[in-house]
């Protein structure tokens, strides 16, 4: 389980100058070896390791012409953005990040190119969360086992451990009876990826048409990404969380839009939708996915009805995690 974990949120009527970081000036939660300053709005991450952040923040004006952007920028130069076409609401985005060679510093930056006042109606106007999801541990010890047996790992461990007495000849030599422990290896970390869409600026995507991710932000383990189609392929069974948004500017039917995920070419799943057809919408869900090989993509799920993506400069994102095996 993760040691490290941050929380922060404003309440602050405040306005975030282009390329300025949000200062949150709550610090709600804080676990672990990581920092945040206050003032400068600045998070700094100490050790290595993948991270997960989702943030929100209620936007009320701007003369920006491409809608609201943010973006988290860390000092090695990973860049996790969102946007949305109003300028009038709220805008969210997710993002995993890995820190390679600590300390690693990062703030989430108005992007817009134009000021953005927040919102002087809500009382909160922006929150900020991380946690880091790869601790990785030893097992546990063996103690007291005797030379020529063999020892089964937990389930989650590839192989058995045996013991030989051949390899163990002078430590037993030591012992009477003889014993010896054993390090159990520490446990990978669970696999991820993540892709953004940010080359079809006021596209219209068809019903149940996929999302072309276009970007591929990070992948490790046994999730893989395909840049050609955008389709994300989960080499090993598990459970899942995904995680998305779409940033839309019009729907055919006027009324309203929504996203799936669809799995295996055919399945739908995790609907999600948004009542105006301007805006963005989210979505998440976790899901057993039983057979190693399956395929995700997000699709356009309006019943019947073209969607258009806005015009700005990222137009849609999603991640994929693992959480767990399905014993």
């Known amino acids: 389980m993760s ?7 404003s309440q602050n009527i405040a306005v975030i100058e282009s390329e300025s970081a949000v200062i949150f000036e709550n610090l709600v939660y804080s676990s672990g070896n990581i920092g945040y300053n206050s003032s400068t709005g600045e998070i700094t991450f100490f050790e290595e390791g993948r991270y997960f952040i989702c943030w929100w923040i209620a936007t009320q004006s701007s003369r920006s012409t491409i809608g609201a952007t943010f973006a988290l920028r860390t000092s090695q130069g990973v860049i996790r953005g969102a946007s949305s ?11 995993i990040i890995e820190i390679l060679s600590p300390p690693v510093t990062m703030s989430l930056v108005n992007s817009s190119g134009e000021s953005f006042y927040l919102s002087s109606i809500v009382p909160y ?6 946690i880091e999801d790869d601790i990785s541990e030893p097992l546990g010890t063996l103690f007291n086992v005797k030379a020529g047996e063999s020892v089964e790992a937990p389930v ?3 192989d058995t451990l045996t013991i030989a007495s ?9 012992f009477s009876p003889p014993i010896v422990s054993i390090e159990l290896p520490a446990e990978a970390p669970y696999p991820a990826a993540q892709a953004t869409l940010g080359n079809m600026s006021g596209v219209t995507v068809s019903y149940e048409e996929s999302l072309p991710f276009d970007t591929p932000d990070m992948s490790t383990g046994t999730i893989t990404f395909d840049q050609s ?3 994300f392929t989960l080499n090993e069974a598990g459970i899942y969380k995904v ?3 779409v940033a839309t500017a019009s729907a055919q039917s006027g009324s309203y ?5 669809r799995f295996n070419g055919e399945f739908i799943i995790g609907q999600t939708f948004a009542a105006t057809p301007i805006g963005q919408v989210n979505g998440d869900l976790v899901y057993w996915f039983f057979e190693a090989g399956t395929t995700l993509e997000l699709i356009n799920n309006t019943i019947d009805t073209d969607v258009t993506l806005a015009t700005t400069p990222y137009q849609a994102g999603m991640n994929v995690v693992r959480l767990g095996g399905l014993g």
């Open 3 to 9: 040691n490290i974990a941050l929380q922060i949120e």
């Open 85 to 95: 076409p109003i300028k009038m609401g709220e805008l969210s985005g997710i993002g």
């Open 125 to 130: 106007k922006a929150s900020l969360a991380i």
């Open 156 to 158: 989650n461990l590839a």
């Open 166 to 174: 051949e390899t163990l000849n002078v430590m037993l030599q030591q």
């Open 229 to 231: 189609t955008g389709i």
């Open 243 to 245: 995680s998305w948004w």
């Open 257 to 261: 839009v929504s996203f799936a995920v």
